[in-house]
T-cell receptor
């Protein structure tokens, strides 16, 4: 149980375009989903917390107009990187939780974004 | 000072060795603690939660010292497949947010 999927797993796009990443909890309903970014040799940095049916809460320094988050249902959250630039190239990982009151988060397999 | 600090390593150990990692956290409102394992270019996977009384799962033992605000992970009889980065993760009371340490790299050598 506690499977989280992410799509796409890898995307290459041109500078200035927008990219949408989907995160789904497959076998449980996630009231909260999280979006992280990880640069090479660094740890995961939380970008935003997404609650179903409400606006996402962004961490300090993360531009909400650039990273659009939509949590339309208890099993789906999307992250759209708008007007992507090469510096947005990173590994984007979502997680979902809690499940049955537990504080454990379950991570998707990640999306590797390369902006050329 | 980072909220969650770990020695980045790498720790290079021979197969069969016992290795221990420590992690310190600064937020006294931290309530839940975890060790995650992350393989290169993959997502983190939950290794174990850390309970106040300490807990063991096979070759892995986790300890929590709230007074000193540190967490430890002990791996006994290291296997080649244990090579990975081990992430110390702290959850802040009243939130579902995770704060990640930078991770400790372990290389188990044949």
């Amino acid at each position: 149980g506690a499977v989280v999927s992410q799509h796409p797993s890898r995307v290459i796009c041109k500078s200035g375009t927008s990219v949408k990443i989907e995160c789904r909890s497959l076998d449980f309903q996630a009231t909260t989903m999280f979006w992280y970014r990880q640069f090479p040799k660094q740890s995961l940095m939380l970008m935003a917390t997404s609650n179903e049916g409400s606006k996402a809460t962004y961490e300090q320094g993360v531009e909400k107009d650039k990273f659009l988050i939509n949590h339309a249902s208890l099993t789906l959250s999307t992250l759209t990187v708008t007007s992507a630039h090469p510096e947005d190239s990173s590994f984007y990982i979502c997680s979902a939780g809690p499940r049955e009151g537990l504080y454990e988060q379950y991570f998707g397999p990640g999306t590797r974004l390369t902006v050329t | 000072r980072k909220e969650v600090e770990q020695d980045p390593g790498p720790f290079n150990v021979p197969e069969g060795a016992t290795v221990a990692f420590n992690c310190t956290y600064s937020n006294s409102a931290s309530q839940s603690f975890f060790w995650y394992r992350q393989d290169c270019r993959k997502e983190p996977k939950l290794l174990m939660s850390v309970y106040s009384s300490g807990n063991e799962d096979g070759r892995f033992t986790a300890q929590l010292n709230r007074a000193s605000q540190y967490i430890s992970l002990l791996i006994r009889d290291s296997k080649l497949s244990d090579s990975a980065t081990y992430l110390c993760v702290v959850n802040i009371k009243g939130t579902y947010k995770y704060i990640f340490g930078t991770g400790t790299r372990l290389k188990v050598l044949a």
